[in-house]
């Protein structure tokens, strides 16, 4: 009887962390200082105080992810038929050369910024990145309305893109 409570509890723990949805981010995430290509240092707040107004389709990857390499063809799809979309990239490459040589060899449209403090930083932390590629959007209003989707072809990614 005690390995099922323990077993029914670890279950529900892992699924409740999975399905957790954030509608706001939080101050320490927004403070989180990212890289952009030119490289100067930039908060994430001043990154969507850029794009206020629009939805944005924010998308965390890697050039060395292999998911996210898969994914990018969707992330390309969806930036054609949704062009009034602004498209933020947020990478969590090993090094800056690395971050940008993929944006130019992989002809990655949108706002690149490199995720200095990785994935135990405040926005990693925040975002709960325990993978990648991860994709979010944030209403006109900015509202998260997806916190946390791993696939192009999430019907709440799509239905929030419509």
């Given amino acids: 009887m005690k390995y099922i409570i323990v077993i029914t509890l670890f279950i529900t723990t892992i699924l409740s962390c999975q399905n957790r949805v954030e509608t706001r981010f939080s101050e320490k995430a927004l403070k989180d200082e990212l890289i952009n290509l030119q490289d100067e240092s930039v908060s994430f707040k001043s990154i969507l105080e850029q794009h206020k107004g629009n939805t944005i389709f924010?998308?965390?990857?890697a050039s060395w992810c292999k998911d996210c390499l898969k994914g990018l063809?969707?992330?390309k799809t969806l930036q054609q038929t949704h062009p009034e979309v602004d498209f933020i990239y947020l990478s969590l490459d090993k090094s800056k050369p690395?971050?940008?040589k993929s944006i130019?060899?992989?002809e990655i449209q949108g706002d690149h910024f490199y995720m200095q403090s990785g994935w135990k930083g405040a926005l990693g932390n925040f975002l709960g990145l325990d993978w990648i590629p991860r994709y979010l959007i944030i209403d006109e209003n900015g509202?998260?309305?997806?916190?946390?989707?791993i696939e192009t072809t999430d019907k709440k990614l799509l239905n929030n893109l419509k």
């Fill in 73 to 75: 063809p969707g992330v």
């Fill in 98 to 100: 690395a971050w940008k």
């Fill in 143 to 149: 509202v998260i309305k997806v916190f946390n989707a």
């Fill in 104 to 106: 130019d060899r992989l």
């Fill in 58 to 61: 924010i998308d965390v990857w």
